[in-house]
């Protein structure tokens, strides 16, 4: 059997993945969403308007509770340009290990304390679902990317945060504003990247998780009855109405919440190694590839494979015999070509939601940040191919893609300094 045939048996090769359909889907989903409608996109409020500019000298605490790490410092704008002092970087609570929700706002508390001495200002860019509310809190929905901590979904994040340093020790009044991570990125793209000649703004993550946001007309957000524009925190990752494969049942089945973010488990970084080893199992049952790769091998990372592609001599090409390593090396460039037509999809979903990108002179513009949008060997190169090629050529939409150093940590600052 080819390997093409093969891939189109279990519904995991990337032509199966139709881009104008796809976007088609996400924007049906995504005006439900807007209704208040039930919805594979949530498109949840977050009531930041992405407008102004940063009062100088005026230091924001910034917390980064992201896919794996911990970022807390603080962040001072000066010329308009962002400086992030008292750095510091360490592993998300309860991504090691399944703690409580009382240990979790305790471990965040003790980092924050010290700077709470400079600032009175907070932002927290936290990287899983939460419904924002008027006043920029929010209320944690559930949480992925394999975090474990137990009692957390429901807890108002400001509140408990807040609570434990005053419990600490901090009297004075403190100002909380919550944001996502995709949602700081698009921030952090404004108070570092000059964007006022684009038509029509979007942020973008790719990394362990997936997610992505945009600029929208207050009067499209049906169901708030009356807002301002703002930014859409669309929780891409949940959608569920892309085909998938046999590769991605599987992986969603051993997840630690199965049946959920369906496409975020089909390309992001903490999961998309599972999806190539089982596609490389499945493979090796129809007689594709050696004994090595049957079921039940350990599966490999995207780095790993990253690596392998790179021509490391790591575990990955340690398992390859005759034939295999240009047959697995096939397998990864056509999963990370499906999941550049799945995020092309989505990104010229957004640009014809606010009908932007209309001229070369005034693309849509994606403020992209991730470490697999940004390091894979192959995904970036595919999606600007199809972006141009796709999405250019057959449809007269312009899109560029751009990253700002320290994004989510000056989106953060400004945020909440501005909102």
Request: hydrophobic letters at 40%; glycine letters at 8%.
């Amino acid at each position: 059997m080819l390997l093409d045939d093969f891939l189109r048996s279990i519904n995991m090769h990337p032509e199966q993945t139709d881009i104008d359909k796809t976007a088609e889907s996400i924007l049906s989903e995504m005006n439900r969403g807007l209704k208040g409608e039930a919805s594979s996109i949530q498109m949840i409020p977050t009531f930041i308007a992405a407008e102004g500019k940063a009062p100088e000298n005026a230091p924001v605490i910034a917390i980064d509770a992201g896919g794996t790490n911990l970022r807390v410092g603080l962040v001072t704008f000066s010329d308009g340009e962002p400086r992030l002092s008292r750095f510091e970087k360490c592993p998300v609570p309860g991504s090691y290990g399944t703690i409580s929700a009382d240990d979790f706002f305790s471990e965040l508390a003790d980092k924050i304390l010290p700077l709470t001495a400079e600032s009175d200002t907070i932002g927290f860019c936290f990287s899983y679902p939460a419904e924002i509310f008027p006043n920029r809190d929010g209320r944690i929905l559930q949480l992925n990317k394999e975090l474990s901590v137990s009692g957390a979904e429901g807890k108002i994040i400001g509140e408990e945060l807040i609570r434990k340093l005053k419990d600490a020790g901090v009297s004075k009044p403190l100002r909380f504003t919550l944001l996502n991570d995709t949602v700081a990125g698009l921030m952090g793209g404004l108070a570092t990247l000059r964007l006022s000649h684009c038509d029509g703004l979007a942020g973008l993550i790719l990394g362990t998780g997936y997610n992505t946001c945009y600029i929208e007309r207050g009067a499209r957000i049906e169901k708030l009855c009356s807002s301002h524009d703002m930014i859409i925190n669309c929780e891409s990752g949940i959608f569920n109405k892309a085909l998938r494969g046999r590769s991605d049942e599987l992986v969603d089945a051993a997840s630690a919440i199965p049946n959920d973010h369906w496409l975020e488990k089909m390309l992001s970084g903490a999961y998309h190694g599972g999806v190539i080893s089982r596609t490389a199992a499945l493979a090796q049952n129809a007689g594709l590839l050696s004994e090595a790769f049957k079921e039940g091998f350990k599966e490999f990372t995207t780095p790993e494979l990253d690596d392998f592609l790179r021509g490391a001599d790591n575990r990955v090409s340690k398992m390859c015999v005759g034939d295999d390593r240009e047959l697995l090396t096939a397998i990864i460039d056509r999963s990370f070509e499906r999941a550049a037509r799945l995020v092309c999809a989505n990104i010229l979903a957004l640009c014809l939601q606010v009908d932007g990108g209309k001229s070369e002179a005034r693309p849509f513009c994606v403020v992209a940040e991730g470490s697999t949008f940004h390091n894979s060997l192959l995904f970036k190169s595919k999606l600007q191919r199809l972006l141009n090629d796709h999405v250019k050529e057959k449809r007269s939409r312009h899109i560029i893609c751009v990253q700002a150093e320290n994004s989510t940590m000056a989106g953060t600052a400004l945020a909440a300094l501005l909102n």
